[in-house]
């Protein structure tokens, strides 16, 4: 026999939806149904859906308006009340368990005193409630998802976390209204960052070369379930964002990373969301392979890309010499020659340089 005490379907019902059957079934209209309660349609449509409370006085109009007892309504009013507690404290735990809350805490995105706080996790994410967190993000995770690989479909929660973070790191950074004709000459000033060694150096200078085109830069760690490298968004029609995550550590893939997020912003729609996962097996789309050869003009333009597969690839000298005319780092000459197929993948890297997150600047705000 069924324990009806131990049911608990995943599901609420209000007592409005018995109030509204039993108007239905002896055809009494809204309207009708006020005035024989002495309340204005607009609480009754509100008590229909559960919006006000029934108590004493209520349910005492309702016993007498529509039957059943006083007992009735406040035992029916009383179960849909439990039963959204209980159904809310399930959808928070679940959704705490997709959030990268280790991670989170871990990058200082959060303090660990409120990692098991919803209220201050929805804070984070500039929303009220967890809803509004599904429909904000989903919308978001819906575009991004059209252009990369499985990955993100996998873990949604963590690019969220991520992309959010970015967010924040933009706020407090002036810009000048999106001017893409500027952003574009001032690429080629940008290219010359290339050969700075380090990031403390190179990133402060990037952000202002950017702010003055109106784009925040902003740069964070992945949490564990978010493979991007960068992202390119447009935060409002005069603000865009370009996010990088340093996710290999070397020269060649963050600035040909940063490359391609500027190429989303002069080529591509200013609605659409880029995420970029760099590696096998992803999907490239049409928007994704023009980013790729903007990047790769930019880096070492098409005049010399006959020099550069005529390289000797075990000379260490023409390849500085290479990397000197085109203006560039020699790690980003040898990571175009591995692309290419010119040079093995595991050959010649320890020219490449190296970053460390633990010498990265605090703060990068031009």
């Keep these: 026999m069924l324990n009806t005490n131990t049911f608990q379907p995943n599901w609420t019902s209000a007592p409005g939806d018995t109030i509204l059957d039993l108007l239905n079934e002896r055809n009494i209209s ?42 009735f309504w406040l035992r ?25 809350i280790s991670d989170m805490i871990k990058y200082g995105w959060i303090k660990q005193e409120v990692s098991k706080s919803v209220k201050s996790l929805l804070a984070y994410f500039g929303v009220n409630s967890i809803n509004e967190w599904h429909l904000k993000y989903e919308a978001e995770m819906a575009q991004v998802s059209f252009r990369t690989s499985s990955t993100f479909k996998q873990q949604p929660a963590a690019v969220a976390a991520w992309l959010r973070q970015g967010e924040l790191q933009s706020q407090p950074i002036f810009c000048n209204s999106w001017n893409p004709d500027l952003f574009k000459e001032t690429l080629f000033e940008i290219k010359k960052l290339t050969k700075i060694k380090d990031p403390i150096d190179f990133l402060p200078k990037l952000a202002k070369l950017c ?25 409002t029609t005069d603000r865009a964002l370009i996010m990088l995550s340093f996710r290999y550590l070397t020269d060649d893939h963050f600035w040909f990373t940063f490359f391609h997020e500027a190429g989303h912003l002069v080529l591509h729609d200013k609605r659409a969301v880029f995420v970029e996962e760099l590696g096998k097996n992803r999907l490239i789309s049409q928007e994704e392979e023009e980013a790729n050869n903007f990047a790769a003009e930019m880096l070492i333009p098409a005049s010399l890309r006959p020099e550069l597969m005529r390289l000797a690839v075990s000379n260490k000298r023409s390849i500085i010499g290479f990397a000197t005319k085109a203006g560039v780092s020699a790690g980003i000459v040898i990571g175009q020659l591995q692309h290419s197929g010119k040079l093995e993948y595991h050959r010649m890297n320890s020219y490449k340089r190296k970053y460390s997150w633990e010498n990265m600047p605090t703060n990068i705000n031009p």
């Design 30 to 71: 809204i309207d009708h149904f006020a005035q024989q309660m002495d309340s204005s349609r607009e609480y009754v449509e509100k008590l229909i859906a559960g919006q006000n409370e029934i108590n004493q006085e209520t349910s005492k109009k309702l016993s007498g308006i529509l039957g059943s007892s006083e007992d």
């Design 76 to 100: 029916r009013e009383f179960q849909y009340r439990e039963d959204q507690v209980r159904l809310n404290q399930v959808a928070e735990t679940s959704w705490l368990k997709l959030l990268p």
């Design 211 to 235: 702010a003055k085109c109106g784009v925040a830069i902003a740069i964070a760690r992945t949490p564990n379930g978010c493979q991007a490298s960068g992202v390119t968004k447009f935060l």
